[in-house]
Structure formats: structure tokens, C-alpha cells
């Protein structure tokens, strides 16, 4: 400051002429960069600087939310997670981080001086009893503070409205931040996992939905590319099946390419609402969801065992895991290959006059989800003729299944359902259907336990169709949104 106001008095009683008032800047200039350099020198050789560790730029799906970011890959108990600014303010000139495991125990990540410069500490945060106030515990991890304060990641226009934080998350040595959806984990870390569900559904939902005349477009795409094209000769011997048996089963119904997606899709982390195990609830007879949530499996075996045991008893019983049809919009949509693509085949044009070439009746979609049966599991014999449905699909999505492993499709004898009548081993890429209208036939079938010690697991694309314009039309409750898939 003296130097500046010295050039400045100089310049202003006319003591010093242009040109040497600007030699005499450069020369300050160079004087402040030596000062600059040999600062850092002395810094590093005193241990007090460290690599650089820059805010992480991620994919625009991935951008962080304002106060929010993800951690994986830590190797340290505990960390790895969604967190998320805390209301506790600024501290030591930068936002604090919290990430909540319950109501008594989070981790709070913040900026600590020492004397040899700033770092970022992760320590425990606990409540004992029912004592309000909280107590520090260890701390679990220790990282310089040496990212570029001044580095804001490049954003697309329409995220202009999302507040950015002052001072960007940490990005520190061993922790990494997540870039995509697949390095959840395939077992599901539901924070993980609905980081990137819930940006999903902020900004990319929003760009992609189509207007009609001023009004959201609700139907699903026609995905008539998915399937092969079926030959006459094909059809002939389906009309046949169908109407002597009323069982239809076609092989190698997908394209190769969209088979080659679904099984990649499988693959995906999905958060524990997606898969949920299925069970009849032994109170009410009812259906019974469970979402497949780490922290729900020792319920879940209990209900497995239950389910043997109500069998044995001559019961009616179950036991798969399943997509569940009424989870929140959000994940149908971000899950959208099993949920509105499907939708969007199965209601495609081709796939529906294939099926009235074949029944000479026009159906529609009613009820869709996705099944996975493993050791153990099984589901007893019964009938679809409910409600408004009018046939029942199963489109095969394991690879290699052998008789062995169980996991068959028996239908049974109407008139005496001890025996069966007609037995189907799960085969790659084939589509069975079959006919479960009261005034036609009622069509039993079970589907046998899973052997034990089989890893391979039984999956298949499930559910009904009803007559095309029925009055009684099955209908999911509005606050579904199925109109958003």
C-alpha cells in the first residue's frame, strides 16, 4: 500500500512522468512474484503444502446439489455416503458437512486450524440417552485444505437457479466423489443411489417430457422396434396353441439388442424400494412388500420360512422378490427400461396385433412388474382369473436355465389341480402368455421352489392384460402418477 500511494503522490504533483510511473509498476510487479515464490519455497520445505486436490467437475447429471455431495470408496467405516451442508453455519470461513447414519449418531466434516495450515476433519458427533445436547467423539479422518478456493465447476443454463456454494464440498486424498449411478455398489446404497435418482427428477425428467396441445403428453413411446417380426406360419401354430390350450409361448421374441439392454439394466445399483421381497401377509391373506433394504434381511428370512412353513400347512403361500408397482414416481421413471420403456412394448402396436392375429381379441396393458425368484424361493398354486384380467405374460429374462434348477411353470388340471398338465422350463428370450378370462378357462399354474445351492436366479418380466376398452377397467390410485412414466 505505501509503495501505490507513493506512484500515486508522485503522479499527482507531477514529480514523476508517465513512463517511469509505469517501469516503476512493472518493477513492483516482479518484486511481488519474487516475494510470492520464495514463500512457497519456504512452505514446501517446511511440509506445509500439499498436492493440489481440486473440486471434482463430474457429468452434468451428476452435478452436485447446492450443500450437497457424495463419498465412495473411502475405506474408512462409516463415510462413505450423501452429505450434506449443516445448518451449523460457517466455520473457520467455510461451510461444515454432515453425514447422518440416525437420530444419535452423524459425522461432521469441518475446517480445523492448526499452525502448519487448515485441514478437513471428519469426527464423530454423538447423543447418549435422552440427553439433548451433543459430544464429540474420535476423529476419523485428517485432509489438507488445498483446493482452489476460486474453482467453480461449469454449469448448463438450466441449472442457473441452483444456489453454488461459496467455498466447493471438500474433495479429499482417499475419498473419491461419485460420478455415476454405478459406483452404488449393486447391493444398493439407497443415499447413493437417490443422489443421482433425485437429479434426475430435478432437471432431466423436466427437459424430456413432451407437450401436446399446452398438456403433458402421457402416453408411453411405442416400442415396437424391441421385437422380432413373427412369420405366418408362426402365427398359425399360436392360434392353435391358443385356442386348444390356451397357452402360447414364443421364442426369441426381443431383438437381440434390446434383450442385450434389459440383462445390462439388471446389473444396475437400484435402491432397496425397487426390489422388494413378496410374501402373503399370514394377518390378512394379503399380498406383503418388504424392500429389500440391508437392514430388513433378517426380516425378510423370517418371512421366507414362514411362507415354507404355510405351505407345508396346505396354505396358500409365496416367496420372490419383485419390482413393486406403486413405489413413487421418481424411481419408476429413473428405472424407466422395467417400468414405462417396458410399458411401451408391451402396449406397442406391433406387440398388440400380434396378440389379437393370435387370440382375435384387443387387449391392453393393466398390471407390470419384474420377478426374481433364487433358492427357496417358489410360489404356490392359483388362478389369475381376478378382477379385469384376461391374460397373464411372462417375458423370460434369464440366460441359462436348466430343469434342475427348479424355478418351473406347471399348469395344472382344472378339474383336479394335483396334477399337472403342461410343464415350462424358463428359456431365454421367450414370451409366454396365457388365457385367465373366467368365461373361457381358469388356467392354474404354480411356479416350483428353487433348488438350494443354485446362484443363478430366475428372472422374468411379469403381469396381466385386460380387453381393450372394458368398461371395469383396473385402475391405479391417481397419487401413483403412472401418468409420468
Known amino acids: 500500500l505505501p509503495l501505490w500511494l507513493f506512484f500515486l503522490v508522485c503522479l499527482i504533483v507531477k514529480q514523476i512522468d508517465m513512463a517511469r510511473l509505469l517501469v516503476g509498476f512493472a518493477l513492483f510487479l516482479l518484486f511481488h512474484v519474487a516475494v510470492e515464490v520464495a514463500l512457497v519455497g519456504i512452505n514446501v520445505a517446511e511440509g506445509n503444502v500439499f498436492d493440489s486436490f481440486d473440486y471434482v467437475e463430474t457429468p452434468s447429471l451428476a452435478i452436485p446439489r447446492a450443500g450437497e455431495f457424495l463419498l465412495s470408496g473411502a475405506g474408512k467405516i462409516g463415510v462413505d455416503g450423501l452429505w ?46 435422552d440427553n439433548i445436547r451433543e459430544r464429540f467423539g474420535k476423529v476419523l479422518y485428517g485432509a489438507p485444505l488445498t483446493y482452489d478456493k476460486t474453482h467453480v465447476p461449469q454449469l448448463p443454463q438450466d441449472l442457473i437457479a441452483f444456489e453454488i456454494a461459496s467455498s466447493p464440498a471438500p474433495a479429499l486424498s482417499d475419498l473419491r466423489v461419485c460420478d455415476s449411478v454405478w459406483d452404488c455398489g449393486f447391493n444398493g446404497n439407497d443415499a447413493c443411489i437417490d443422489y443421482f ?81 413378496s410374501f402373503v401377509d399370514t394377518r390378512t391373506n394379503d399380498a406383503m412388500l418388504v424392500p429389500r433394504h440391508p437392514a430388513k434381511l433378517e426380516e425378510i428370512e423370517r418371512n421366507r420360512l414362514n411362507q415354507h412353513k404355510l405351505r407345508d400347512q396346505g396354505k396358500y403361500a409365496y416367496s420372490f422378490t419383485r419390482t413393486a408397482s406403486l413405489i413413487p414416481a421418481k424411481y419408476r421413471r429413473f428405472y424407466k427400461l422395467f417400468h414405462g420403456d417396458m410399458r411401451g412394448w408391451l402396449d406397442s402396436n406391433k406387440m398388440q396385433d400380434m396378440l389379437t392375429e393370435i387370440t382375435n381379441r384387443k387387449y391392453e396393458l393393466s398390471v407390470l412388474f419384474t420377478s426374481r425368484y433364487k433358492s427357496g424361493d417358489f410360489l404356490d398354486r392359483h388362478s389369475d382369473s381376478v378382477q379385469t384380467r384376461k391374460i397373464a405374460f411372462t417375458m423370460h429374462l434369464t440366460n441359462h436355465w436348466r430343469l434342475e434348477y427348479g424355478g418351473l411353470l406347471f399348469f395344472l388340471d382344472p378339474s383336479n389341480w394335483d396334477t399337472a398338465k403342461d410343464v415350462f422350463v424358463p428359456k431365454r428370450n421367450s414370451f409366454t402368455f396365457f388365457d385367465v378370462s373366467e368365461e373361457r378357462r381358469v388356467s392354474p399354474h404354480m411356479v416350483t421352489e428353487v433348488s438350494s445351492g443354485i446362484s443363478h436366479e430366475r428372472i422374468a418380466v411379469t403381469g396381466w392384460m385386460q380387453y381393450r376398452g372394458e368398461k371395469d377397467k383396473f385402475k391405479f390410485p391417481k397419487e401413483v402418477g403412472w401418468e409420468f412414466d
Open 197 to 277: 435418482v433425485n437429479l434426475f427428477t430435478d432437471y432431466e425428467f423436466l427437459e424430456q417430457l413432451l407437450w401436446t396441445h399446452g398438456k403433458y403428453n402421457q402416453f408411453c413411446e411405442d416400442n415396437s422396434h424391441w421385437m422380432r417380426d413373427i412369420t405366418q406360419k408362426e402365427l398359425a401354430q399360436f392360434r392353435d396353441d391358443f385356442f386348444f390350450k390356451g397357452i402360447v409361448s414364443i421364442p426369441d421374441l426381443l431383438s437381440p439388442k434390446a434383450f442385450s439392454n434389459l440383462q445390462i439394466a439388471l446389473q444396475q445399483p437400484v435402491h432397496s424400494l425397487f426390489w422388494q421381497a
Open 84 to 129: 450434506e451442508r449443516w445448518s451449523g453455519g460457517i466455520h473457520n470461513e467455510n461451510f461444515q458437512y454432515q453425514h447422518v447414519h440416525n437420530e444419535t449418531y452423524r459425522l461432521l466434516m469441518f475446517v480445523h486450524k492448526t499452525e502448519k495450515g487448515e485441514w478437513w476433519n471428519i469426527q464423530e458427533v454423538m447423543r447418549v440417552g
